[in-house]
């Protein structure tokens, strides 16, 4: 009898106690966020806000290449994440879905509005409202190892400025041995080669797509012609290791951090990377040169933005504008390393006497990025025609071919 | 309900028994396939992105295939790479089935073995095979190098030339365990008394094989042909996994073109209509295979 009582008694007990988190977790604002796996500084954005506030934030990464697919896949299931930090170009797409929130109301309320990285804010606009704000900005350029350039007799402090230039410093660094490579790049990554080969086309004021976004120009542009020549060089030369033809990404960055690799395409979310967990590598940054002069960069990165559907929008919001304070963009970014989105700050105690910092931010100033809601489908995706008209002309060297067939497959996904 | 039932005669009792032994299958096909099937129809013929407005358009899907040059070129690589990848299954599979055939003691071992790989997921095989041919960390690399059987790592998944050889490569230990269980229930049902007066007749191993054994296997020839040949016109996770469809877009298979179009484009309804075109040529295919195979009266 006393057993059975004690029994109810703990079983009661047990009750209580587990119906107590359950009453908490009902008033407590649990949202979900997704980001591609690019090494800006979200999860720590995230630990600190959950840290902080009683709202909790669960970030889910998703594969880079992935994330379109994924996302339109949890679209149409009823089921995205409240906050998405999207691969800017994107942006057009989902806004012009309806599945981005009108975020314009809240934008206008920003102070420093003006000063948020304009070709991010520009991507995040659709018919004159705002979807998205910035949050992790990303412009191209090259990083050069400054200890190969001093082996191979170059001077470090005058980099390359045209592809001549370039590939005989290649070249030079190159002969220093076996292991040794002028160049890297991630021949089997579609968005890399977006991220990092179409500004060398920019540069050299030209492009594969008309002003309007309305044709390709493929074939009709003389410049896309004599990039891909460029490029097939550095291949034909082996002036890259041999496993960069099949990269998909995995080693764009790290290829870099073996020491051994002269230059490589590179952008500003590697530069706290290499710093923090390469403190030996002896590295500076250039813009990324024309044929004959000149400098571009691919303003990429990411914007924020919350899903339409979401149950949480002020909530959500109130995240977004504190990931903006000065507080979260110089103690979390600038303090990490990364560029804060907001212009102004650029100039912090953080990257106060680093050269390659503000050269790296200064390549946004040479920054462009087109606006097409089928982005992804030219450029990043892995079966698209980007990839494959890079692959056949630079690895297998059949530029006309590649071109020709480049030209067709724009001009087909162009016309829907 | 009792009362009723005993009301029925013999006869209605009869079928009533037979039609609720049957509900289930029915009812497990309507919903997970007649349903899904004039979904995938009625999409087929519509602009259904995979968000936002859908438009009614007609026939424009299907006059679109013909103007798609990866459809074509997935198409033709479809059939080639089924063409290639089920003659090593059939031949690997008799031969298996013929080693494993009589019940000798530990016989088990050798049966569990060959048919292990066919329990993985087809997905890990893909991954397991992907590191195993690595440049950098795979085993095949290492093992040719230190027989100095080649000068320098090979990319075996980067050469649009090996690509292919080494992904059937993969699928053929993978599935052919799957084809070596249907032939082996084969050669057991033939009774040994054939063989033994074919024997007394003076018949070799290929007269055996050629006028006892395959003509009474047609049957499981004809299943486990019809099995793997749909297996790999259908086969996606192998491309998506191994290569993503490289080099050059050379490993696209028309299932991974069809979940391109609908999930990575977007574009549901030209996926839909690439299905229901691949239904066809299935279901012909098959057809073609069951007459060739017919039980000759």
């Known amino acids: 009898m006393i057993y059975r009582k004690t029994l109810l008694l703990a079983v009661a007990f047990v009750l209580v106690l587990g119906s107590l988190p359950l009453a908490a977790q009902d008033d407590q604002i649990n949202m979900t966020m997704w980001v591609r796996s690019i090494p800006f500084q979200t999860q720590a954005m995230v630990d600190e806000w959950n840290a902080n506030n009683d709202s909790q934030i669960e970030l889910t990464i998703i594969p880079s290449a992935e994330f379109v697919t994924k996302m339109g896949a949890a679209i149409a299931a009823g089921e995205p994440p409240d906050i998405a930090s999207i691969d800017l170009i994107y942006t057009p797409a989902f806004a012009a879905a309806g599945q981005l929130v009108d975020i314009t109301d809240f934008v206008k309320e920003l102070p420093y509005a003006d000063t948020l990285t304009p070709a991010h804010m520009e991507l995040g606009r659709y018919e004159g409202r705002n979807y998205a704000v910035p949050t992790g900005v990303d412009g191209s350029f090259i990083v050069y190892n400054i200890d190969l350039f001093e082996q191979a007799g170059l001077d470090p402090d005058n980099p390359p400025s045209t592809w001549g230039e370039m590939l005989d410093a290649m070249r030079a660094i190159d002969a220093l041995g076996d292991d040794i490579y002028g160049y890297w790049f991630s021949m089997n990554c579609a968005g890399c080669n977006a991220f990092t080969f179409l500004p060398f086309i920019w540069a050299s004021g030209g492009d594969v797509l008309s002003d309007d976004y309305s044709e390709a120009t493929i074939t009709s542009d003389p410049i896309v012609r004599d990039a891909l020549a460029f490029y097939n060089t550095i291949w034909e030369e082996g002036l890259v290791p041999e496993g960069a033809s099949i990269d998909n990404g995995s080693n764009f960055v790290s290829a870099f951090t073996g020491g051994n690799i002269g230059m490589a395409g590179m952008g500003n979310f590697a530069i706290p990377l290499f710093t923090n967990d390469h403190p030996d590598l002896n590295f500076d940054v250039f813009h990324i040169p024309g044929k004959e002069g000149g400098a571009a960069s691919f303003g990429g990165g990411d914007v924020i933005a919350i899903a339409s559907g979401s149950e949480h929008v002020e909530e959500a919001w109130r995240f977004i504008e504190w990931t903006m304070s000065d507080e979260a963009q110089i103690e979390i970014y600038a303090a990490n390393g990364q560029i804060p989105v907001r212009l102004e700050l650029v100039n912090n105690p953080y990257f106060e006497g680093d050269e390659r910092q503000l050269t790296a931010a200064s390549a946004l100033a040479v920054g462009f990025t087109p606006y097409t809601t089928v982005y992804n489908d030219l450029f990043n995706d892995p079966n698209g025609p980007w990839l494959e008209m890079l692959q056949i002309a630079i690895l297998d060297g059949d530029i006309d071919g590649a071109l020709e067939l480049g030209q067709e497959r724009f001009t087909q996904i162009m016309e829907g | 309900m009792q009362l009723t039932l005993l009301n029925l005669s013999w006869e209605q009792r009869r079928k009533l028994t037979g039609l609720l032994f049957v509900m289930p299958t029915v009812a497990f096909v309507t919903v997970f396939f007649i349903i899904p099937l004039l979904m995938t129809i009625f999409m087929s013929f519509h602009d259904w992105p995979l968000f936002g407005e859908r438009a009614y358009t007609g026939l424009e899907n299907y006059q679109d295939l013909s103007k798609d040059r990866q459809y074509l070129k997935s198409l033709d690589f479809t059939f080639r790479y089924t063409a290639l990848v089920t003659p090593p299954i059939f031949i690997l599979g008799f031969i298996l089935a013929s ?45 040719l190098l230190d027989l100095n059987l080649v000068p320098k790592a090979q990319l075996f998944l980067g050469r649009p030339s090996t690509a292919m050889n080494v992904i059937i490569l993969s699928v053929v230990w993978k599935t052919v365990g799957f084809t070596m269980i249907l032939l082996l229930a084969g050669l057991q049902a033939i009774p040994d008394e054939l063989y033994e007066s074919a024997e007394v007749d003076g018949a070799g191993y290929f007269r055996k094989l050629i006028y006892i054994t395959l003509p009474l296997m047609r049957r499981f020839i004809a299943l486990a042909l019809i099995l793997s040949v749909i297996g790999s016109v259908l086969s996606f996770d192998q491309f998506y996994i191994m290569t993503r469809g490289g080099p050059r877009n050379s490993t696209i298979s028309i299932v991974f073109w069809i979940f391109n179009n609908s999930f990575t484009y977007f574009k549901m309804g030209y996926g839909a209509a690439m299905s229901i075109v691949l239904l066809g040529i299935l279901v012909a295919l098959t057809g073609l295979q069951l007459y060739v195979l017919r039980e000759k009266e």
């Open chain 2, 99 to 143: 080693l494993v055939r009589h019940n000798i003691r530990y016989i088990g071992i050798f049966r569990t073995i060959f048919f292990l790989p066919v329990v993985i997921g087809l997905g890990v095989s893909s991954l397991l095979w992907t590191w195993m041919l690595d440049d950098r960390i795979g085993v095949f690399n290492k093992i």
